[in-house]
């Protein structure tokens, strides 16, 4: 338990690799041991998510990709402008997502604007995400412990008993034996006694 917190306190820089790679569990059933390339895997999965996803701060969900809403053609030319010189970036035409988006109406023009945060932006992003990730996946191993522990108590309290039984029915048994033992020296004595006085046969027939 102390070499499993020593390595929770460890701190980890949050690195991420840009190349693709399948996430899978490090971690054996009885290692509880913080996981350095389980971490990388998560965080690496993590990034795939946030560059492609919108962000929708009422929920709580962070993106790379921001939506704006100006009211009018104007606006949204200034918007754009204004965003792109400090550095925002406009989404890739392969993504799927525009953007630059007008839909008119006879009644009204609704104008949607997607601009992706610059890349020192994301990074500190992606910072917070990798954070959140290192605290997940302390909690994770912290219950995995927790839970290795319970079971091993339960393990150990149970074979208490299963050992108190066994003492008991042996005692019991030992018991049973001794009373036998004492009721047939206590017959071989009557017997004896019953032989000397005549009045019963060596065969055990009575005299």
Not at 5 to 29: D, F, L, N, Y
Not at 161 to 171: K, V, Y
Request: aromatic share 6%; hydrophobic share 35%; net charge positive.
């Amino acid at each position: 338990m102390q070499h499993h917190r020593a390595k929770q306190r460890q701190k980890v820089t949050p690195t991420i690799k840009t190349e693709g790679r399948k996430i899978m569990s490090t971690q054996t059933p009885m290692q509880f041991a913080f996981s350095e390339s389980e971490y990388r895997a998560r965080c690496q999965n993590a990034k795939g998510f946030y560059e492609s996803r919108i962000e929708k701060p009422s929920a709580g969900i962070l993106g790379a990709i921001v939506e704006f809403n100006p009211r009018t053609l104007d606006e949204s030319h200034e918007l754009y402008h204004q965003y792109r010189a400090a550095g925002w970036l406009p989404l890739e035409p392969a993504g799927g997502l525009p953007t630059a988006m007008l839909i008119e109406s006879p009644q009204a023009s609704f104008i949607t604007i997607y601009l992706k945060k610059p890349p020192h932006q994301q990074e500190s992003d992606l910072v917070k995400v990798c954070k959140q990730i290192k605290a997940e996946l302390e909690a994770e191993l912290e219950a995995a412990l927790n839970a290795e522990i319970d079971r091993q108590v339960a393990m150990s309290l149970a074979k208490d008993e299963r050992d108190r039984l066994q003492a008991e029915q042996q005692q019991r048994l030992n018991r049973e034996q001794e009373v036998r033992d004492d009721l047939a020296a206590s017959r071989a004595k009557l017997r004896e006694k019953l032989i000397k006085t005549g009045k019963l046969n060596t065969d055990g027939s009575a005299a």
